[in-house]
């Protein structure tokens, strides 16, 4: 049996739930605690400035305290003003650390295990797609871990805190905060609910927005050739009109959540303004007013803010959260991929001297949910062959390649290289063993020289220079100022196809290896270019003999080959010419 | 024209609903600070009072400027929040129409530039970026130093010392704060600004390339590298953000001592009975609240830089020079239009070997050419050397007797129907993709068009038939009815020379019937130039021309 993927839906997966408890628990362990010891110290350190603003007020109005007095309360709450600036920006540095090293780790992780997965199996995933999930939404986790989770114990510990010392200072003034307590799950719920509906909703709207826009960009030599110019102008005008009535629309009900919030904070302040001032004038008789002093009063008027501050906070830190749930739906799906290739630790020393016999027995081989593409293959052949293996696309042809290259894992069979069963080289063995050439070439940020010592960097200028002569590289490098230390990439040089595919056959062929196996080599370039690779491929093997297994269809290929196969129904019939 | 100029002008934009939502933002900061002050007044001059020290307290006047400034502080931050985000959405409005209207008057091989990579997609995120200019900047930032300026006025009629120590205080060591944090996250950004695209086409190449990695057991070393740049990313971002907790540490540290100078001072006026208690509650408690405004933004400010590049790229992008050089007096179309290439030599780069070398083709006005022969020809070459969209390296190509060099661009686009290769449809609705051509037609005209190259029955089934929403790019057709939907559009608008290229890819034989007998009717009395790998199903034409194998060059 072989293992399927985990493409099934797995509630764990998909849950909001799982989600969380998953980006809980790639967060450092100290972190929880560390927030935790923060929050508490800031909120120590807020009710003593409370405590210490309110003391000294009280002195100096109604006991009549001189200043004189009152200046080593004053130097103390500076000292604590100083301290609770500092715990602020010390939660900031910490929980800025916290977040790179669980965006280090996890981008890590995450590209080690698309390399286990390999590249048969991303394919149909999209490069682009998963590049964006290895960078913006690894990046995505950043607010989460720097902003959401330590103001998350703030909205727990700070609120808390206050309610016990008010409560301790006039029952009354604590009970009227404490009921708002229970509302606080209410609030966050409410807050939540409405946060997250509007960065969905505004998300949403801005991306088809954006989509309208970029497709106006995208098309904009279309636009001019129906002379439609001032019309698509006015139709993103419109569109942005649309848009923006319809998100207003979802706004005006979404921002009501905060108001709520921002009520609640504005109607207690002010009602416990009143209850203390009334109580203070004696106007009123029920509850602790009796204990009520102009101190006491101020000190929870002062708290009372503060009670609120965090909660608003976190309100404003939804969103991040919204985010990062986004973020670890798409990420985790790829963790879970099953690797390509299983670890084999055997150790031989092959030897790479001499051509390499082939031979495949009673192979089968089936992607996860499609039908079997390879069945009971049987393949032979003798050291220094060169073969072809033909048929139409989709029949399997580079899934065999693949097999033989050992990028994936057969289900059945046994594949055996000289007299070596396949399966249990390790990976430095087998690339001693055996060169591969794929269908589109693709070149590594660095030059042309890094990327045809890619297999072997201590690789020197001649051992490079003979094989960009070989493969002929040289020839249009020659054109270039820097020769072969052009850079590629995005902001270096751009090679057609066929270049590209010469440098990458140079990179296979560096060094000389008993097999090379060639995977649609020519499939994608023109017929010139073509030539020049069947051509390089014939003079490397006048040089140093190889056996060559190749999958095309091109024409001249069978010029080339010694003997041909054509596949059928996942199994190979030799053509004889 | 400067960057600055542009921040401002984009600003200036909109001013009314601007003004309003600053508006609102003050509104909002003074009543929240009203709250706490009068809160503050009201509970000492009530102490004081029931203590007998003071006569009679009206108590219903603070009462009621204590409900009021709550109720004030719920709805202007809800309004706040409103007028800003309706007036950001008004900002982006202008600024998409605007982008627009810049890049269409460039040249096809600047929009062909345009189209690599990821350029459209940064410009698309660089124009939804400038929402932070007002949302983050702009206003929270006027709104504190108006706010810190109006308490430097009001405190100074109590006493010029404790204004200008208090709000004096934030209103100079803020600024300082916000502008040394982002003249220190200049550097990190710019650095991320490389290191973030860096990391993504090393990720990019690292997944492509898996397989060579593998082949050449280069994997772990790769993913060693890939590690690397990716510290480089993540140290970068954390520096950032420790700026930003140092930076808002710094800012609530200054609003610490001048609530602690409000407080000092407060008691040493208030012993010298130069203020009365409750004015000292007041007092202290007006300056806790005025801090609120400055928190958000020294983080706001060192974003700013990211609107400032994005402000750049738009404007680079919208002020290159075009790439071909315009006729100083452009000739008239001509009359007779048939199409000459004339001994032409061409490559797409200097160092890449010419697609087209000593080319001779002649198309008689009102003619049908078909070219055929395999990818990799330059068969694509020839419609872009018509339309001007590239000059050959040697010789001439003329549309009737004048040099294509010759001619008003304006009039090449528009006399010359193209199907490209790859045509682009608009997410938008059907109707309004072939509209495009011909705004006037009707939908009956419209149908009718459709019909004609077999896709009536796709109409049929569409369930807004001609309303429906085409997908991104045109997601939900498949390849071959999106061909003949833009062929259709073409086919509404009535050019002199028609080039298809590859206009039967992926239809079936159905479907290629239905098209070519279409086109029969279409393409009578115009020059055509048609593309196409396959020769099985064609329109009536003239001529077949097949690009034959040239010499290799080995």
Same mark, same amino acid.
């Given at each position: 049996?072989?293992?399927?993927?985990?493409?099934?839906?797995?509630?764990?997966?998909?849950?909001?739930?799982?989600?969380?408890?998953?980006?809980?628990?790639?967060?450092?362990?100290?972190?929880?605690?560390?927030?935790?010891?923060?929050?508490?110290?800031?909120?120590?350190?807020? &009710?003593?400035?409370?405590?210490?603003?309110?003391?000294?007020?009280?002195?100096? &109005?109604?006991?009549?305290?001189?200043?004189?007095?009152?200046?080593?309360?004053?130097?103390?709450? *500076?000292?604590?003003?100083?301290?609770?600036?500092?715990?602020?920006?010390?939660?900031?540095?910490?929980?800025?650390?916290?977040?790179?090293?669980?965006?280090?780790?996890?981008?890590?992780?995450?590209?080690?295990?698309?390399?286990?997965?390999?590249?048969?199996?991303?394919?149909?995933?999209?490069?682009?797609?998963?590049?964006?999930?290895?960078?913006?939404?690894?990046?995505?986790?950043?607010?989460?871990?720097?902003?959401?989770?330590?103001?998350?114990?703030?909205?727990?510990?700070?609120?808390?805190?206050?309610?016990?010392?008010?409560?301790?200072?006039?029952?009354?003034?604590?009970?009227?905060?404490?009921?708002?307590?229970?509302?606080?799950?209410?609030?966050?719920?409410?807050?939540?609910?409405?946060?997250?509906?509007?960065?969905?909703?505004?998300?949403?709207?801005?991306?088809?927005?954006?989509?309208?826009?970029?497709?106006?960009?995208?098309?904009?030599?279309?636009?001019?050739?129906?002379?439609?110019?001032?019309?698509?102008?006015?139709? &993103?005008?419109?569109?942005?009109?649309?848009?923006?009535?319809?998100?207003?629309?979802?706004?005006?009900?979404?921002?009501?959540?905060?108001?709520?919030?921002?009520?609640?904070?504005?109607?207690?302040?002010?009602?416990?303004?009143?209850?203390?001032?009334?109580?203070?004038?004696?106007?009123?008789?029920?509850?602790?007013?009796?204990?009520?002093?102009?101190?006491?009063?101020?000190?929870?008027?002062?708290?009372?803010?503060?009670?609120?501050?965090?909660?608003?906070?976190?309100?404003?830190?939804?969103?991040?959260?919204?985010?990062?749930?986004?973020?670890?739906?798409?990420?985790?799906? *790829?963790?879970?991929?099953?690797?390509?290739?299983?670890?084999?630790?055997?150790?031989?020393?092959?030897?790479?001297?001499?051509?390499?016999?082939?031979?495949?027995?009673?192979?089968?081989?089936?992607?996860?949910?499609?039908?079997?593409?390879?069945?009971?293959?049987?393949?032979?052949?003798?050291?220094?062959?060169?073969?072809?293996?033909?048929?139409?696309?989709?029949?399997?042809?580079?899934? *065999?390649?693949?097999?033989?290259?050992?990028?994936?894992?057969?289900?059945?069979?046994?594949?055996?290289?000289?007299?070596?069963?396949?399966?249990?080289?390790?990976?430095?063995?087998?690339?001693?063993?055996?060169?591969?050439?794929?269908?589109?070439?693709?070149?590594?940020?660095?030059?042309?020289?890094?990327?045809?010592?890619?297999?072997?960097?201590?690789?020197?200028?001649?051992?490079?220079?003979?094989?960009?002569?070989?493969?002929?590289?040289?020839?249009?490098?020659?054109?270039?100022?820097?020769?072969?230390?052009?850079?590629?990439?995005?902001?270096?040089?751009?090679?057609?196809?066929?270049?590209?595919?010469?440098?990458?056959?140079?990179?296979?062929?560096?060094?000389?290896?008993? *097999?090379?196996?060639?995977?649609?080599?020519?499939?994608?370039?023109?017929?010139?270019?073509?030539?020049?690779?069947?051509?390089?491929?014939?003079?490397?093997?006048?040089?140093?003999?190889?056996?060559?297994?190749?999958?095309?269809?091109?024409?001249?290929?069978?010029?080339?080959?010694?003997?041909?196969?054509?596949?059928?129904?996942?199994?190979?019939?030799?053509?004889?010419? | 024209?400067?960057?600055?100029?542009?921040?401002?002008?984009?600003?200036?934009?909109?001013?009314?609903?601007?003004?309003?939502?600053?508006?609102?933002?003050?509104?909002?900061?003074?009543?929240?600070?009203?709250?706490?002050?009068?809160?503050?007044?009201?509970?000492?001059?009530?102490?004081?009072?029931?203590?007998?020290?003071?006569?009679?307290?009206?108590?219903?006047?603070?009462?009621?400027?204590? /409900?009021?400034?709550?109720?004030?502080?719920?709805?202007?931050?809800?309004?706040?929040?409103?007028?800003?985000?309706?007036?950001?959405? /008004?900002?982006?409005?202008?600024?998409?129409?605007?982008?627009?209207?810049?890049?269409?008057?460039?040249?096809?091989?600047?929009?062909?530039?345009?189209?690599?990579?990821?350029?459209?997609?940064?410009?698309?995120?660089?124009?939804?970026?400038?929402?932070?200019?007002?949302?983050?900047?702009?206003?929270?930032?006027?709104?504190?130093?108006?706010?810190?300026?109006?308490?430097?006025?009001?405190?100074?009629?109590?006493?010029?010392?404790?204004?200008?120590?208090?709000?004096?205080?934030?209103?100079?060591?803020?600024?300082?704060?916000?502008?040394?944090?982002?003249?220190?996250?200049?550097?990190?950004?710019?650095?991320?600004?490389?290191?973030?695209?860096?990391?993504?086409?090393?990720?990019?190449?690292?997944?492509?390339?898996?397989?060579?990695?593998?082949?050449?057991?280069?994997?772990?070393?790769?993913?060693?590298?890939?590690?690397?740049?990716?510290?480089?990313?993540?140290?970068?971002?954390?520096?950032?953000?420790?700026?930003?907790?140092?930076?808002?540490?710094?800012?609530?540290?200054?609003?610490?001592?001048?609530?602690?100078?409000?407080?000092?001072?407060?008691?040493?006026?208030?012993?010298?009975?130069?203020?009365?208690?409750?004015?000292?509650?007041?007092?202290?408690?007006?300056?806790?609240?005025?801090?609120?405004?400055?928190?958000?933004?020294?983080?706001?400010?060192?974003?700013?830089?990211?609107?400032?590049?994005?402000?750049?790229?738009?404007?680079?992008?919208?002020?290159?020079?075009?790439?071909?050089?315009?006729?100083?007096?452009?000739?008239?179309?001509?009359?007779?239009?048939?199409?000459?290439?004339?001994?032409?030599?061409?490559?797409?780069?200097?160092?890449?070997?010419?697609?087209?070398?000593?080319?001779?083709?002649?198309?008689?006005?009102?003619?049908?050419?078909?070219?055929?022969?395999?990818?990799?020809?330059?068969?694509?070459?020839?419609?872009?050397?018509?339309?001007?969209?590239?000059?050959?390296?040697?010789?001439?190509?003329?549309?009737?007797?004048?040099?294509?060099?010759?001619?008003?661009?304006?009039?090449?686009?528009?006399?010359?129907?193209?199907?490209?290769?790859?045509?682009?449809?608009?997410?938008?609705?059907?109707?309004?993709?072939?509209?495009?051509?011909?705004?006037?037609?009707?939908?009956?005209?419209?149908?009718?068009?459709?019909?004609?190259?077999?896709?009536?029955?796709?109409?049929?089934?569409?369930?807004?038939?001609?309303?429906?929403?085409?997908?991104?790019?045109?997601?939900?057709?498949?390849?071959?009815?999106?061909?003949?939907?833009?062929?259709?559009?073409?086919?509404?608008?009535?050019?002199?020379?028609?080039?298809?290229?590859?206009?039967?890819?992926?239809?079936?034989?159905?479907?290629?019937?239905?098209?070519?007998?279409?086109?029969?009717?279409?393409?009578?009395?115009?020059?055509?130039?048609?593309?196409?790998?396959?020769?099985?199903?064609?329109?009536?034409?003239?001529?077949?021309?097949?690009?034959?194998?040239?010499?290799?060059?080995?």
């Amino acid at each position: 049996m072989r293992d399927t993927p985990a493409t099934d839906p797995d509630p764990e997966l998909t849950s909001k739930t799982g989600q969380r408890a998953w980006l809980d628990s790639q967060a450092p362990t100290w972190l929880r605690p560390a927030s935790f010891v923060l929050a508490l110290g800031e909120a120590i350190v807020i &009710i003593a400035q409370a405590g210490l603003i309110a003391w000294c007020l009280h002195a100096a &109005i109604v006991l009549d305290t001189p200043i004189a007095a009152l200046w080593s309360a004053l130097w103390g709450l *500076l000292g604590v003003l100083i301290l609770r600036a500092g715990f602020n920006g010390l939660r900031g540095l910490v929980s800025a650390h916290a977040s790179a090293s669980v965006r280090r780790d996890l981008r890590k992780q995450l590209f080690d295990h698309l390399c286990q997965v390999g590249a048969e199996r991303l394919r149909p995933m999209g490069t682009g797609e998963l590049v964006t999930q290895l960078n913006d939404h690894v990046e995505a986790l950043d607010a989460y871990y720097a902003r959401f989770k330590p103001q998350m114990a703030s909205a727990l510990v700070i609120p808390g805190g206050i309610v016990v010392v008010v409560a301790s200072q006039n029952w009354l003034a604590g009970l009227l905060l404490a009921l708002t307590a229970p509302l606080i799950p209410l609030f966050m719920a409410l807050v939540g609910m409405g946060a997250e509906q509007l960065s969905r909703n505004q998300h949403q709207a801005l991306a088809r927005l954006a989509g309208v826009f970029h497709d106006r960009l995208h098309g904009l030599d279309t636009i001019r050739r129906f002379g439609a110019e001032a019309r698509e102008q006015s139709r &993103i005008a419109e569109f942005s009109r649309s848009f923006r009535q319809r998100t207003m629309a979802v706004l005006r009900l979404a921002f009501l959540s905060s108001a709520v919030l921002e009520f609640f904070a504005a109607v207690a302040i002010a009602m416990l303004a009143i209850y203390i001032g009334l109580g203070l004038l004696g106007y009123i008789e029920f509850g602790p007013v009796a204990t009520l002093s102009l101190g006491s009063g101020l000190f929870i008027l002062l708290l009372a803010p503060e009670f609120f501050a965090p909660l608003r906070t976190l309100a404003q830190h939804w969103h991040d959260r919204a985010g990062a749930l986004a973020a670890a739906e798409s990420i985790r799906p *790829l963790l879970e991929l099953p690797p390509a290739r299983g670890l084999s630790t055997r150790k031989v020393a092959p030897d790479t001297n001499r051509p390499l016999s082939v031979s495949v027995s009673a192979l089968g081989f089936a992607w996860p949910d499609r039908t079997m593409v390879l069945q009971d293959l049987d393949l032979d052949i003798r050291a220094g062959e060169h073969v072809l293996i033909t048929g139409p696309s989709g029949c399997g042809k580079s899934t *065999l390649i693949s097999l033989l290259a050992g990028f994936i894992s057969a289900d059945r069979g046994r594949i055996e290289l000289g007299s070596i069963d396949q399966a249990g080289l390790e990976s430095p063995d087998l690339a001693r063993l055996r060169a591969w050439l794929g269908q589109t070439p693709v070149l590594f940020p660095g030059t042309i020289a890094d990327n045809i010592a890619l297999g072997r960097e201590q690789a020197s200028q001649s051992d490079i220079e003979r094989a960009a002569d070989l493969c002929r590289v040289s020839e249009f490098t020659a054109r270039l100022p820097r020769g072969l230390d052009t850079p590629v990439g995005q902001d270096g040089f751009g090679f057609s196809g066929g270049q590209a595919q010469r440098i990458a056959l140079a990179r296979a062929l560096l060094e000389p290896r008993p *097999l090379l196996l060639l995977d649609e080599p020519t499939s994608a370039l023109d017929i010139d270019s073509e030539r020049m690779i069947w051509r390089a491929i014939r003079r490397a093997n006048e040089k140093t003999p190889m056996t060559v297994i190749a999958a095309s269809h091109s024409p001249l290929a069978r010029q080339w080959a010694d003997r041909v196969f054509q596949m059928e129904n996942g199994r190979l019939v030799e053509i004889e010419e | 024209m400067s960057r600055r100029f542009r921040m401002r002008s984009l600003l200036m934009r909109r001013a009314g609903w601007q003004l309003a939502g600053l508006g609102l933002m003050m509104l909002s900061l003074i009543a929240g600070i009203g709250l706490l002050a009068l809160s503050g007044w009201f509970i000492t001059a009530s102490a004081l009072a029931g203590l007998g020290l003071i006569a009679a307290l009206d108590i219903f006047t603070p009462g009621a400027g204590i /409900r009021l400034a709550a109720i004030t502080r719920t709805l202007s931050r809800y309004g706040e929040r409103l007028v800003t985000h309706e007036a950001t959405f /008004r900002l982006l409005e202008d600024l998409r129409a605007e982008v627009l209207s810049r890049l269409l008057n460039h040249d096809e091989m600047f929009l062909k530039g345009l189209r690599r990579g990821d350029t459209l997609s940064r410009l698309t995120a660089d124009v939804d970026i400038l929402d932070h200019l007002y949302l983050g900047v702009t206003g929270p930032t006027v709104a504190a130093v108006a706010l810190s300026l109006l308490a430097v006025v009001l405190l100074g009629l109590i006493d010029p010392w404790l204004a200008l120590l208090t709000a004096g205080t934030l209103l100079v060591l803020n600024p300082l704060t916000v502008s040394s944090t982002r003249r220190l996250g200049r550097a990190p950004s710019q650095a991320l600004t490389q290191a973030l695209p860096d990391l993504r086409s090393m990720s990019a190449a690292g997944l492509e390339g898996l397989n060579e990695l593998r082949a050449l057991d280069r994997t772990s070393d790769y993913a060693d590298r890939i590690n690397e740049q990716s510290i480089r990313v993540v140290d970068l971002t954390r520096r950032l953000g420790a700026l930003d907790a140092l930076g808002q540490a710094l800012v609530l540290l200054t609003g610490m001592i001048a609530l602690w100078l409000a407080l000092v001072l407060g008691l040493l006026i208030f012993a010298e009975n130069q203020i009365s208690a409750p004015v000292l509650g007041l007092v202290v408690l007006a300056v806790l609240g005025l801090n609120e405004a400055w928190l958000p933004l020294p983080m706001a400010w060192r974003k700013l830089s990211q609107c400032q590049s994005a402000v750049e790229r738009i404007n680079t992008l919208s002020e290159d020079p075009a790439a071909l050089p315009r006729p100083e007096c452009p000739e008239l179309w001509p009359e007779k239009t048939s199409i000459r290439i004339d001994a032409v030599t061409f490559r797409y780069q200097p160092h890449q070997s010419p697609v087209l070398e000593n080319l001779d083709l002649d198309i008689k006005a009102g003619q049908t050419v078909v070219v055929t022969g395999p990818s990799g020809y330059g068969k694509s070459s020839l419609a872009l050397l018509v339309m001007r969209q590239v000059d050959p390296e040697q010789g001439r190509v003329l549309i009737g007797e004048t040099d294509v060099r010759h001619l008003d661009p304006d009039d090449l686009r528009h006399r010359i129907g193209y199907l490209p290769q790859h045509p682009v449809l608009f997410r938008d609705t059907l109707s309004a993709n072939l509209r495009l051509a011909d705004p006037e037609a009707d939908e009956y005209r419209l149908t009718r068009a459709l019909e004609r190259v077999g896709l009536g029955d796709f109409l049929a089934d569409l369930p807004g038939g001609l309303d429906t929403w085409l997908e991104e790019s045109g997601a939900n057709v498949s390849g071959g009815q999106r061909r003949r939907i833009a062929l259709v559009r073409l086919m509404l608008s009535d050019p002199d020379i028609v080039i298809l290229d590859e206009p039967f890819e992926s239809l079936d034989g159905d479907s290629a019937r239905q098209v070519t007998a279409a086109l029969d009717d279409w393409l009578t009395g115009r020059t055509a130039l048609i593309i196409s790998h396959a020769t099985e199903i064609l329109p009536s034409h003239d001529r077949v021309i097949s690009m034959t194998v040239k010499e290799a060059f080995e």
